[in-house]
């Protein structure tokens, strides 16, 4: 029954100052929101790798573009070009097959609609290498690659950026980047990677994108799948020792391009979710304890305001003990409430990035246990001072206290 009291009074003294005390809550509002939201995205990005490495399996390499560097300093932009695909595939023993990829952000316009999409020139390998499904029309054949025909297939959600439908694009005319393609297929909706969403993507041949869109045979990265009975690093020495070759680099410098396994890719997943994890309790920390701080002060503002009723209270036998006890349950309250506030404005900023950024977010019960258990935490630690100061006032002069 003590509790009860001491919680309905809490109740009633933060209701009786309700403005002041969602001012007071806003910073721990804040810090749980933060702590929510940053928690979701990275959860939901390393679940969203750990699909795409799952779905691409363990033989598949990215060669990557990089820069050669001289004592630390950059030296130049280096590129991986179609030549290297090539002899890729006319030398290395351990490799099925090499998917050439370049990408540009660019203008997708149709009618008087217009979006940003991100062109992929690639193979015909590309989506069965990345195991995309066809929903309406087709994919482009070699032959199209061969005659650079201007022709595209769409992310499942470019028809509804546009207002339209699949099927209202089908054979019809688009611009994009300026240069007209004509849409021969739709592709079913796939998962996105983090902050990265295949749904948008517009795939065109390789060959057509490199003439007629962006005018170079640079390439941004290459996918090679391993030969079924090789061992990765075989196929590692095959792809770095080709490549040297290629780009004439000289024994001792050092790679101007970059090769991941699965491996290393989730070793590289790793360290930066460790990073992350060390980053996110710091910045969420600082909302935490400037909120925590915003408590202490009106606390003690309370205790100043309330001082003639803590006298009366102590004239009539209170203990210090449960003077201290409504403070603290108060600041607690205070506290967890600004917690409960910040958990479901973290919930709904993460729902509102999935929905209109397209990030896989997920909001996962160890960060609302987090945020709630540290908001109380908080309440406590920060209340223990305007607890202790009301606790040891003097009922008497409490009690002339105007």
């Known amino acids: 029954m003590f509790f009860l009291d001491v919680l309905r ?8 100052n309700l403005f002041r005390a969602l001012l007071t809550m806003l910073g721990m509002i804040i810090g749980v929101a933060a702590v929510v939201t940053m928690v979701s995205l990275g959860t939901g990005a390393q679940r969203a790798v750990e699909e795409q490495m799952e779905a691409l399996g363990a033989d598949i390499l990215a060669v990557t573009n990089s820069q050669r560097r001289f004592w630390g300093v950059s030296l130049e932009n280096s590129s991986l070009g179609v030549d290297d695909a090539s002899a890729l595939r006319r030398d290395a023993r351990h490799l099925e097959r090499v998917v050439p990829r370049i990408t540009q952000r660019l203008q997708f316009e149709f009618g008087n609609s217009n979006t940003r999409v991100e062109l992929i020139g690639s193979t015909t390998e590309y989506p069965e290498l990345h195991r995309y499904e066809i929903a309406a029309g ?12 201007r022709v595209a ?15 209202a694009l089908l054979g019809q005319s688009v611009l994009l980047g300026g240069v007209p393609f004509t849409v021969i297929g ?37 996918d090679v799948q391993i030969r079924s009975g090789s061992a990765v690093e075989q196929a590692l020495v095959d792809v770095e020792r080709i490549l040297r070759r290629e780009h004439r680099i000289r024994p001792g410098e050092d790679n101007d391009f970059g090769i991941l396994d699965r491996k290393q890719f989730l070793e590289v997943r790793e360290e930066t979710t460790r990073i992350f994890a060390l980053l996110l309790p710091a910045i969420a920390g600082v909302s935490l304890v400037v909120g925590g701080i915003g408590i202490m002060n009106i606390m003690l503002v309370t205790v100043a305001e309330r001082t003639r009723e803590i006298g009366v ?8 003990g449960a003077i201290m006890s409504q403070i603290l349950v108060e600041s607690s309250l205070l506290c967890l409430l600004g917690g409960l506030l910040g958990v479901a404005a973290g919930w709904g900023a993460s729902k509102l990035l999935a929905e209109f950024f397209n990030w896989q977010t997920v909001v996962a019960a160890e960060s609302i246990g987090v945020g709630l258990g540290c908001s109380l935490l908080i309440g406590i630690v920060f209340g223990l001072w305007p607890a202790r100061r009301a606790s040891t006032l003097d009922p008497i002069e409490a009690l002339r206290h105007e």
């Open 9 to 16: 009074q809490a109740l009633e003294s933060i209701g009786a």
């Open 138 to 149: 087709r994919m482009f054949v070699p032959q199209e690659e061969e005659a650079r025909l």
């Open 153 to 167: 297939v769409l992310g499942s959600e470019v028809p509804g950026k546009l207002e339209t439908t699949a099927s």
């Open 186 to 222: 739709v592709l079913e909706e796939t998962g996105s990677v983090g902050m990265q969403n295949p749904n948008d993507d517009v795939l065109v041949p390789l060959s057509t994108a490199q003439y007629r869109v962006t005018g170079s045979d640079r390439l941004e990265s290459m």
């Open 313 to 320: 209270r102590r004239a009539i036998g209170a203990t210090r």
